[in-house]
Structures are given as C-alpha cells and as structure tokens.
C-alpha cells in the first residue's frame, strides 16, 4: 500500500491502546493508516527509519504562553523543538495569540484563553455576572475557548472569582485558573480556597507546583497536602510542570511591579518588592531576564540583564529559580489508591518562556522509577487529550491524528515532531509554519480572518 509517509522500527510506546513494542507507522491523509510490527514499505511512500528512537502520541502541552503580552513570537518555534504538537495557550490575548501564530507559526496546532484581569480585560476587582458574560462572549467570538483568571498576579475577589467559575460552566466555556484572589495569594492556602470556589464546577486548576513553595510548611508537606486536597474535586483538571524556573511579569508601574507573584519571589530572597528591588535581583542573578536571541527565547541576568529590562522599558517576563524539587517530584508522580494520578498532566508553562522541560523532565522521572513509558505518554498527552474530547490524539490507534513525537532514548533529546503527518521539526531544524487553532463554532470566523485554519472541538468530550 502507498502511504504519505511510512515510519519503520519504531519503539512506540501508547497508553490508550497499551502498546509498548517496536512497530511500524503507516501515515496517509495526516492520519494513522496502519499500524502493524511489520509494514511492507512501498517505492513511492517517504520512508524513516526510526530504529532506536522512542515515538510516542504528540505531546499535548497544556498550559503555555505564545501572546504578544507573554511568550512573544520565539513560542511556536521553541516549542516544536520541545516535542510539542498540540498547545494550550492560557492567557492571551487571543487577536495576537492568533496573529503571531499566522506570522512565526510552526504548524502546530494551538488552541487559546483569553485572561481576566482588573483594569484591563474587566472593569475592576469585582466585576459582575453581566460584564463577565459580555467579556467572555467577546473572547469566544475572537476564537478563544473561554477565560483564565490570573489570580495569583491579578486577583479578583473571592466572590467574583466564583462568579466567573459559574459563568463559564453555565455557557459551556472553559475555564482555568491561577489559584489566588484578593484573600489569599499563589499558594497552598490559595489553592484550597480555589477548589472550594469551584465546588462542583468544571475548572482548569493551572500549575500545582507553584503553589507548594514552602510559605506555610516545608514544600515536601505542602505537596502531600495538595495531592490530598486534590482528590476531593474530580471534577478539577490539574497539570504541573517539571522546571525549577517560574514565568512573571517585569513590569513595573509607579516604581512597584506590577504582578503579585513577582513582588513574592522578590520577598523569598529578601530584596524589596519594588522597581530597585528588580534590579537588584536581576543584576544579582536571583531574577532571570527573558529575551530572544537567534529565534528562540533565553535567560539572561547580570549586567547584560538589567540593561535588556531596562530597553524593554522595565517591562516584559522574568524567571525565578523558585520551584523546589522535593514538591515537584512528589506532585509528579502522587497517585490515587487505584494507581491512576491525582494530577492529570505535565505542562511547560513555557512556550516562550524558557522551560519546555515535558520530554527530558518527564523521561528522567521514568529512568528513576517514578512513571513507566505508558505513564509518561498518559501525563504528556493522553489525558490532556481525553479531558480537551480530543479523541483523534493522544494516542497512535489506526484514524487517531498522525501527531507523533520522535525522542533519542537515550538523551532525551526530541529528533522529530510531526504533526498530522508532516515533519514541522527535525533534529533542531523547525520547517512547519502557520498553526491550526483548535475552537468553537462561535470562534471559526476569527480564526479564518487571521489567515489561519480552524478546528471546531466539543469541550470535555460533549
């Protein structure tokens, strides 16, 4: 038989359909046509040779940044290195979310939520039912698939912040969420009163790690008590991420920065939460500036940082080196009684912040005992993909999408990403373009007037 592409001795590893043996691939139409432990190859198909290399479903990443307020145009590029076919941007804004997708796009697919924060997105700290209703219309329309509330960085009241959680779930929408409002900030505490605002809504529960950054209790405890807390609310989806880096706001207004977040990393290492605090840590090396250099984004500090900030116009995204191992790893591989995770997934929280860490991070967990190959495919993309009712990925069953990841087994390192059966990245090359976004039917029509193709899915599985 004539495929568009055939992938010969492929150690595929695949959660769904329990397949962990050297196959081959048939691809034709960008879907998976076959796939067999032997494929007769024919004369006219693209024929790879994978021996030796690990493919597994394309990794979903959940929770990462590619607006032109966070991420910027290296995202898409960064993250077909990292392996990732599929993309979660989880803040916005969507109009340029899609406008550098159409402009530095690697033929990923991507999908987006547009952010609520006071001032900006919402009128204050307290807005009502009506203007969240109007504001999350409005982000549908323009091709997202709901909000995220930013809590953590900009809270809004408690009430409000149940509000919105309502809002979405009573029109279908998602919804994800920084755990913080204006009682309680990014940690433990804040991620307990989010659950309890949610109660039995549907919600997005973003990046459990940063929450267990020993504030209250060392972070081994608090990860413990997280895990616990967690698998009261199976309605919650829930990711983390494996960096030690985290990804916030430089900028400044009125000598102060202007994210939460930012302020408390600058409180962890006793400098002052202002502008000259910044500095400091930046010049220091406590804080990491984030800038683009030869089309990817790096972390740069020092003298070379602070001057880069400041021609930023003391703006843009800065790292912290604040997430402790102990807490990552527990919160990783922490499982239910019956063995499945309480957490669902792995995120980057990258993008175009520095820390595409899924493949490497998540293979090492595997080398230590922690996740078997068929665990890690479930936490990269299986169960992002079952919760999104993405049934044609997260898997490589004959119909699924022919998103594969192609991994060296024994660095780590990503060869290959392919997506619907085109290679957008080989061995550190990135040759796709543009982006599918994935949205609902309200947001087809933005999609396509962003010169971009539109991929209508049915949230949760609907």
């Known amino acids: 038989m004539k495929f568009d592409v055939l992938l010969k001795n492929c150690h595929l590893v695949d959660f769904k359909n329990d397949i962990e043996a050297v196959m081959d691939i048939g691809i034709l139409g960008g879907k998976v046509e076959e796939v067999k432990t032997e494929i007769r190859s024919d004369l006219e198909s693209e024929l790879l ?6 493919v597994v479903p394309g990794v979903i990443d959940p929770h990462m940044h590619a607006s032109a307020w966070l991420g910027g145009r290296a995202a898409h590029k960064m993250l077909a290195l990292a392996g990732v076919t599929t993309a979660f941007d989880l803040a916005g804004p969507v109009d340029t979310t899609l406008a550098l997708a159409r402009k530095y796009g690697a033929g ?30 409005d982000s549908l329309t323009s091709g997202a698939i709901g909000y995220k509330l ?42 307990e009163e989010a659950l309890a605002l949610a109660g039995k809504n549907r919600m997005h529960l973003a990046h459990i790690n940063s929450y267990c950054r020993g504030q209250f209790d060392i972070p081994e405890n608090e990860a413990v008590a997280a895990l616990r807390r967690l698998q009261e609310y199976p309605n919650v989806f829930a ?71 400041l021609a930023a ?22 499982r239910k009684r019956d063995g499945s995770f ?26 230590w005992g922690e996740l078997s190959l068929k665990e890690f495919v479930a936490k990269t993309s299986f169960n992002t993909a079952k919760m999104l009712g993405l049934s ?65 899915i049915s949230l949760f599985g609907r």
């Open 239 to 309: 990711e983390s991420y494996l960096s030690p880096y985290n990804g916030t706001s430089a900028k400044c207004t009125d000598g102060v920065p202007e994210s939460l977040v930012t302020r408390r990393c600058l409180e962890l290492a006793s400098y002052a939460p202002t502008e000259d605090g910044l500095r400091k840590a930046i010049q220091d090396g406590w804080a990491n500036f984030v800038l683009e250099r030869s089309g990817i984004n790096v972390l740069v500090s020092g003298q070379d940082g602070v001057e880069n900030w």
């Open 313 to 334: 116009d003391k703006a843009g995204t800065v790292s912290f080196r604040v997430n402790p191992g102990s807490s990552r790893y527990l919160i990783a591989a922490g």
């Open 392 to 456: 044609g990925k997260g898997h490589l069953g004959e119909g699924a999408d022919a998103d594969i990841t192609v991994i060296d087994e024994l660095c780590h390192d990503v060869l290959m990403t392919i997506v619907a059966g085109k290679i957008v990245m080989y061995r550190g090359l990135v040759v796709g373009q543009g982006a599918t976004v994935l949205t609902t039917e309200q947001g087809c029509q933005a999609v396509k007037n962003a010169g971009l193709s539109a991929s209508v």
């Open 49 to 54: 040779d994978l021996q030796g290399a690990l």
């Open 150 to 191: 930013l809590g953590g960085h900009y809270p809004l009241s408690p009430e409000a912040t149940r509000r919105a959680i309502e809002t979405a779930n009573d029109s279908g929408a998602y919804v994800a969420f920084h755990a913080g409002t204006l009682e309680n900030g990014s940690n433990l505490k804040g991620m």
């Open 342 to 367: 309480v957490v669902d997934a792995f995120s980057s929280d990258g993008g175009g912040i520095p820390r595409n860490e899924i493949v490497p991070q998540g293979l090492a967990l595997v080398k």
């Open 108 to 137: 990923l697919n991507i999908c987006c939520l547009n952010s609520i924060r006071p001032g900006y997105t919402v009128e204050d700290s307290d807005p009502s039912a009506s203007e969240l209703q109007r504001f999350l219309q």
